[in-house]
Nanobody, 119 residues
């Protein structure tokens, strides 16, 4: 299985920046991609960004495109989410996830890290 541990969350003022990290361990070779999701109070979990572990192709939600950047280190396997120009609407618990390379479904999830953006 894959173990995911997020870090880097915190309180930041609107317009500020924050970098989240997701340290992956275990059988990460079975994962075709890593992604970031977020869930705000009273809302459903929302896709934020993803990156393929082979090739590095990235995908972003429209709400964060141009502000957030997802990137990775191969060894050790760590995925980052650089968040710039943060808005109050970005406030959420951010969760790292690993997508199964075969099923193409996100099956491993971290515990999440809280990001709070003050206006």
């Amino acid at each position: 299985q894959v173990q995911l541990v997020e870090s880097g969350g915190g309180l930041v003022q609107a317009g500020g920046s924050l970098r989240l990290s997701c340290a992956a361990s275990g059988r990460t070779f079975s994962s075709g991609a890593m992604g970031w999701f977020r869930q705000a109070p009273g809302k459903e979990r929302e896709f934020v960004a993803s990156i393929r572990l082979s090739g590095g192709a990235t995908t972003y939600s429209d709400s964060v495109k141009g502000r957030f950047t997802i990137f990775r280190d191969i060894t050790p396997n760590t995925v980052y989410l650089q968040m710039n120009s943060l808005k109050a609407d970005d406030t959420a618990v951010y969760v790292c996830a690993a997508r199964n390379a075969v099923s193409r479904m996100y099956e491993y999830w971290g515990q999440g890290t809280q990001v709070t953006v003050s206006s």
